[in-house]
């Protein structure tokens, strides 16, 4: 049995940057879920343009390999933009679910695993045995993600920044499948004005509260 800690949160909440920092200090296998959606999102418009329907998406789910990703392909505008739009498609949902799972199965002999996404802790994870909500207010959010393309030079203004998380957010939390909620028992942090050493620490103190107890269990 491995000890899962599942956390969600949307845009620019921080949950990538706490799920590897948890993940390397605790030796637990890591896995982002979003590669997967941001990876269907660069084939899909690849192949068909940014015109795309919902079968061409549901087509390239079918015949996606994780291993084909390159993350410095997938990390700008373009790709934030149409892999939230992939996300809302119900039946890509339902492919990705299966391949999300696949890594609780592939990690099985691992100690612990750390997944982060917007339904794990709610659709792919519902028993994990810790569960956080990560979020940021709007503004703190589109700080960090404007400071992330400026870095990898990528051109978008900071306006433009604030309405994309603004539609992403309205994608995440009204689509029909999964929409993006906190689990009923999970933690939920707000990281704005809060720099990530502190967040940090304030997660790995719940980790090593439920990992002792799990392993109390055990």
């Given amino acids: 049995m491995t000890f899962i800690v599942a956390i969600?949160?949307?845009?620019?909440?921080?949950?990538?940057?706490?799920?590897?920092?948890?993940?390397k200090k605790f030796n637990f296998s890591y896995f982002d879920t979003g590669i997967i959606y941001r990876g269907l999102a660069l084939k899909t418009i690849s192949k068909y343009g940014e015109n795309f329907t919902d079968l061409n998406a549901v087509s390239e789910a079918n015949n996606f390999d994780i291993n084909s990703v390159n993350d410095s392909e997938i990390r700008n505008p373009i790709i934030d933009k149409y892999s939230s739009i992939i996300a809302s498609i119900p039946d890509v949902r339902k492919i990705v679910v299966s391949i999300q799972r696949n890594f609780k199965e592939q990690s099985k002999d691992h100690r612990g695993?750390?997944?982060?996404?917007?339904?794990?802790?709610?659709?792919?994870?519902?028993?994990?045995?810790?569960?956080?909500?990560?979020?940021?207010?709007?503004?703190e959010r589109a700080k960090r993600r404007f400071s992330d393309f400026l870095e990898k030079n990528q051109k978008i203004s900071y306006n433009d920044v604030i309405k994309q998380l603004q539609k992403r957010d309205q994608r995440d939390k009204e689509r029909s499948v999964a929409p993006l909620v906190a689990a009923k028992d999970a933690h939920l942090i707000d990281t704005t004005g809060i720099n990530i050493e502190d967040t940090?620490?304030?997660?790995?103190?719940?980790?090593?509260?439920?990992?002792d107890d799990y392993c109390d269990i055990l």
Avoid: C
């Fill in 8 to 23: 969600d949160g949307g845009a620019g909440s921080g949950k990538g940057t706490i799920a590897r920092g948890i993940s």
């Fill in 113 to 139: 695993i750390v997944v982060d996404g917007r339904d794990i802790g709610t659709i792919i994870f519902p028993n994990a045995n810790l569960k956080l909500f990560i979020s940021a207010s709007l503004e």
């Fill in 200 to 211: 940090l620490d304030i997660v790995s103190s719940l980790v090593i509260k439920k990992f």
